[in-house]
């Protein structure tokens, strides 16, 4: 008998824990028009919150490689314009 007082005693505490979490668990969604926590819109904005992510991360990948491309094209027509520079100086002084 002392037992089943025990485990009777346990039992209520677990379900007086589990009512406590399951109302802040449901008090941290959103509700729906019947009131209830709307799960399902829930998973929708995050999986909407997802794609939006990867569409941002695919666009600034493509800015960053069209920035990168535009660096090593400055670099390089610098670089050119140095060594043509460089070459025309030559063949001038070397003409006369």
Known sequence: MVMDTQHSELLHEIHSE???LTIKLESAFVKDD???PDYAGHRFYHKKQNESDAE???HRAKILR????????GI???????????YFAVAAATAH
């Open 18 to 20: 589990l009512k406590t």
């Open 34 to 36: 019947d009131g209830e």
């Open 56 to 58: 941002y991360s695919k």
């Open 66 to 73: 069209e920035i990168i491309t535009w660096i090593a094209i």
């Open 76 to 86: 390089l027509s610098v670089i050119g314009t140095s060594i043509f520079q460089k």
